[in-house]
């Protein structure tokens, strides 16, 4: 059914397997299936096809805590409930410390259990369709930033260059992107700045790495590999650690930079 959580729960008592079971499918968003330890869980499941996988602590052969370590280790984030009658606090370190999302301990009435138990699995799944949201996002800007005609690059408050876009080549003259990464900013950018206004440049980027959060206008010419000069109208602007240049593809004469925070 679309839009249904899909829970795996690995506990080795059946009578709190088919209770919690029927507790969290009764709410009608949720399909669980079952497991009665964690070698079962981990040779008769498919750990990536469930949304969240809960597990008690205390089982026979392998623990929750191992069970954990195995679940990141073969199938990385998958989000994970530690949902134990133990409560001590050097069980809750170690599950925290080993990648569990919620450690839930057992007790109290079964109503409000297995309420919060389902609180705890939606916010996970929430999490984690917001962080895959934002992976996707992140990944369509960097294309458009990758194809774009704006020369982008990004640099450390020290000027190590550790993003540059295609464009960037062009304003450049350097044949690789790999050229540029780890390289400083004054080497590979600002040596192309017209001589007559070098120093103006220079004295702009100190300030600007030395005080961040400044915004400053102004316009160089910029004398490009094959001996064009052209105009950069630049805007620079950022924290103290990280910048971000961007400029269009030249035009007859003319280029504008913008920087910002990156």
């Not at 507790?23 to 949720?30: A, D, I, K, Q």
């Not at 499941?45 to 191992?66: C, K, T």
């Not at 057992?106 to 109503?111: E, F, N, R, S, V």
Request: hydrophobic share 35%; proline share 5%.
């Amino acid at each position: 059914m679309p839009g249904t959580i899909r829970v795996l729960y690995v506990d080795d008592e059946p009578d709190l397997l088919r209770v919690t079971r029927f507790s969290l499918e009764r709410m009608g968003e949720f399909a669980v299936d079952t497991a009665e330890s964690a070698d079962e869980a981990l040779s008769a499941f498919s750990i990536p096809a469930y949304d969240v996988i809960v597990s008690d602590y205390q089982m026979p052969g392998m623990d929750g805590i191992a069970f954990l370590k195995e679940v990141r280790e073969r199938h990385g984030e998958t989000p994970f409930i530690l949902f134990t009658g133990r409560g001590r606090e050097e069980v809750v370190i170690e599950a925290i410390n080993n990648g569990a999302d919620f450690y839930l301990q057992k007790g109290g009435t079964p109503a409000a259990l297995f309420a919060e138990l389902a609180h705890k699995i939606r916010q996970l799944v929430k999490r984690r369709s917001t962080e895959h949201a934002l992976r996707e996002s992140e990944e369509k800007y960097r294309s458009l930033v990758d194809l774009t005609p704006l020369g982008v690059l990004v640099h450390t408050s020290d000027g190590r260059i550790v993003y540059a876009n295609q464009e960037c080549l062009h304003l450049t003259g350097q044949r690789s992107i790999d050229d540029l990464l780890g390289g400083n900013v004054l080497d590979y950018v600002f040596r192309f700045i017209h001589p007559d206004e070098q120093e103006q440049v220079f004295e702009l980027f100190r300030q600007q790495s030395e005080e961040g959060g400044t915004t400053s206008f102004t316009e160089w010419r910029l004398l490009s590999p094959t001996g064009e000069v052209s105009t950069i109208e630049a805007r620079r602007e950022g924290d103290p650690v990280r910048r971000r240049s961007v400029g269009p593809r030249p035009l007859p004469g003319r280029h504008r930079v913008e920087a910002g925070a990156g």
